[in-house]
């Protein structure tokens, strides 16, 4: 039994030594593959397209931005009314029109109203403009009367003052002049009559009482005289000053009635001219309205003006963006001159390329472009930046972060191409021309912080190399330092064993990219030694 037990734990040994010894094996084998593999992979692939030969060339350096299709030249369709229009008929969008197709047409009814109201208004300014018409003949006439009366009465008045000057005057003072020589003479006779009946009285011839008579008739004949005197001074100094001025007063007052009556006529005429001319002027306004309402009521039907293709506004915006709005449809209501319909010009095409404001500064009209539309993937159009937008527009709420500027192309197509607008389109704008320099694929450039470096193969796998960069395009960058024509860069990520030397930790771009070679050179034998050294020094294992 004792036997069985030293037996059993000899071969339990020498098992448990067997599989120590064959893991020994198996990792030794392991690592020395891994160790190898780089020596034997770089031998390998060298001829492949893992590896690329650096050489000096040309290259373009173009950048790559999407977009949609636009038109240069659009005709618009907008609200020709001047009031909000509703409408009643819209033709499809995506339909191509020929000139004079209808396009929208437009609820008629208000404005039909309208004009009825206004005919209605138009036939009372009318008859307001025959009224006030008539009122101002009937001013004119009794104007024209009263001046008439007027007039009569200043003549009348001026005949009266000739009068009594060549007639009435002479008249009264030669009646009071010869009044005063009769008496005169009547008195002289009276007083030789009387002294000859004192006489006759005396020698008894006449009686007392014919004597008395005789000095009564002397008396009255005397005082005859005095009155005629009396009566000739007081025409003379008075009466014919009163009647003088009588006579010119009723000149000046004719004269006087007369501008009454100018001044009083001359302000109803002008008020009545003013109601004239206010109720032409409102029917003229009126007339020129309705002639508005009845232009308009025209332009309910909206027809096409050229030959196109139509589309919406709602479909478009700034730089052939899709609008958020809603199309228009029957029962739309639409703003005065309110853009409802484009329809572009197929003959004059621009593209619309979205450009990140990080690229934006490096584009100038004139950069030439090649562009390819969705419609025609493998026919590319030659175009030329025509302008860049002034605004950046953002991403919206699916990227609020986003800023996109808007780069105009204006393209040479062939017109039997039958570009549309909005048709999706790709295009490369041409930055710059690289000639006769050293370049690289830029999947080969790597970077670390602020150093670029690729991977050259050497001993037993590959280094990082620092490099300086130049100008660079979707594929291709132009390398200034760090390697030489004729020399190879991997053309993908190493994996971890394959690297044998990085770059250092400190290490400083803004330095000689020269003076790195060597040290990553010697970094990498240095490694590779190390390593063979560490599976050199991997002990032997033995069974017991």
Request: with cysteine.
């Amino acid at each position: 039994m004792p036997k069985r037990s030293h037996r059993y734990s000899r071969s339990h040994g020498s098992t448990k030594a067997l599989l120590v010894l064959a893991l020994v094996v198996f990792i030794i084998a392991l690592i020395g593959v891994f160790v190898l593999t780089g020596s034997v992979s770089t031998e390998n692939k060298e001829g492949v397209s893992d590896l690329h030969l650096v050489d000096r060339g040309d290259f373009t350096v173009s950048f790559p931005a999407s977009g949609e299709l636009s038109s240069s030249e659009f005709k618009e369709i907008r609200n020709p009314l001047d009031t909000s229009g509703v409408i009643k008929y819209i033709i499809d969008e995506g339909t191509t029109v020929q000139q004079g197709d209808l396009l929208i047409q437009l609820n008629q009814d208000s404005l039909e109203e309208a004009i009825e109201k206004l005919e209605d208004q138009l036939t009372d300014a009318e008859n307001r403009v025959v009224d006030v018409e008539q009122n101002l003949a009937i001013g004119n006439s009794t104007r024209a009367s009263a001046l008439d009366k007027a007039d009569i009465n200043i003549e009348i008045a001026e005949l009266g003052l000739l009068a009594w000057r060549e007639g009435i005057d002479l008249q009264s003072l030669q009646q009071l002049e010869l009044n005063l020589a009769t008496a005169e003479i009547n008195a002289d006779r009276l007083t030789k009559r009387f002294e000859e009946a004192e006489e006759l009285v005396k020698n008894g011839f006449i009686s007392k009482d014919e004597y008395e008579m005789d000095r009564i008739r002397m008396i009255e004949s005397d005082s005859a005289v005095k009155q005629a005197k009396i009566a000739l001074d007081v025409y003379q100094r008075y009466t014919r000053k009163q009647d003088e001025k009588k006579w010119v007063s009723d000149v000046e007052q004719a004269n006087a009635e007369r501008a009454r009556v100018i001044q009083r006529h001359k302000a109803e005429i002008v008020s009545q001219n003013n109601s004239v001319e206010s109720a032409q002027n409102r029917v003229v306004k009126l007339e020129e309205r309705l002639d508005e309402l009845r232009g308009q009521l025209l332009m309910c039907k909206i027809n096409a003006p050229t030959t196109g293709m139509v589309v919406y506004r709602s479909s478009m915006s700034g730089g052939g963006r899709r609008g958020d709005d809603d199309p228009p449809m029957i029962g739309s209501q639409l703003s005065p001159n309110e853009l409802v319909i484009l329809i572009p010009s197929a003959s004059k095409m621009i593209a619309n390329l979205k450009v990140s404001e990080a690229r934006i500064a490096n584009i100038r009209p004139g950069m030439r472009t090649i562009v390819y539309s969705d419609a025609h993937p493998n026919t590319p159009i030659e175009g030329t930046v025509d302008g860049i937008s002034v605004m950046a527009e953002d991403g919206g709420w699916r990227d609020p972060q986003r800023r996109d500027y808007t780069v105009r192309v204006k393209l040479f197509q062939d017109p039997g191409m039958q570009l549309k607008p909005s048709m999706r389109c790709v295009g490369n704008i041409t930055l710059d021309q690289v000639e006769d320099a050293l370049s690289v694929p830029i999947q080969s450039v790597f970077r670390e912080g602020r150093s670029a470096f690729v991977y050259v193969p050497t001993s037993g796998g590959f280094a990082q190399q620092p490099v300086t960069l130049g100008r660079s395009s979707e594929l291709s960058v132009e390398i200034l330092n760090g390697v030489a024509q004729g020399d190879r860069v991997l053309l993908r990520e190493p994996l971890p064993v394959e690297v044998v030397s990085k770059l250092p930790l400190n290490f400083n771009p803004d330095e000689d990219v020269e003076n790195s070679t060597a040290k990553t050179s010697d970094t990498a034998e240095r490694t590779v030694q190390k390593t063979a050294s560490s599976v050199a020094s991997i002990p032997s294992v033995t069974a017991d």
